[in-house]
């Protein structure tokens, strides 16, 4: 029996409600399971949730494979600071406006008087584009018949 510790949905709609379960990978979401082993709440700010983690230990330790979500909350709960730390930084990133450039306004270059008087103004000349050369006759092709 391959064995899993996921979340377990519950609550009302639209207030989410977790509780983390040991049940059989064959077992629906929502339906048997072995143990519960932890609860977790997405809507809570801060430490929010609560794990049985000798339990969980015990579990993986017999085989029992986590869910991703649940990795991370074990990962969260064993270390809270480096998870209080990379909260604070999202939340700082989130609260801080993001930079607008300033726009740039395009000054007229004025050249030198001196330089204006003396240099006659240069005008570009036409250029035309070149036609492309005669197709030859492919000698591939047979000669039509008519």
């Known amino acids: 029996m391959a ?7 519950e609550g ?7 509780k983390v379960v040991v049940a059989d990978t064959r077992s629906p979401r929502d339906g048997k399971f072995i143990e519960i082993v932890g609860t977790y709440d997405p809507k809570k700010a801060g430490q929010n949730s609560t794990l049985k983690l000798d339990r969980i ?20 709960t064993k270390n809270p600071e480096a998870a209080a730390k990379k909260a604070a930084a999202v939340a700082a990133k989130k609260a801080a406006p993001a930079p607008k450039p300033e726009p740039v ?22 250029t035309t584009p070149e036609p492309p050369p005669p197709a030859e006759p492919s000698e591939a092709l047979p000669p039509s018949e008519s």
């Open 105 to 126: 306004e395009a000054e007229p270059v004025a050249a030198p008087a001196s330089a204006v008087a003396t240099e006659p103004a240069a005008t570009p000349a036409p």
């Open 57 to 76: 230990e015990h579990w993986i330790g017999k085989g029992a494979q986590p869910s991703d979500t649940v990795r991370s909350l074990i990962k969260k």
């Open 3 to 9: 064995v899993a510790i996921r979340l377990r949905r």
């Open 12 to 18: 009302a709609l639209n207030r989410p409600y977790f």
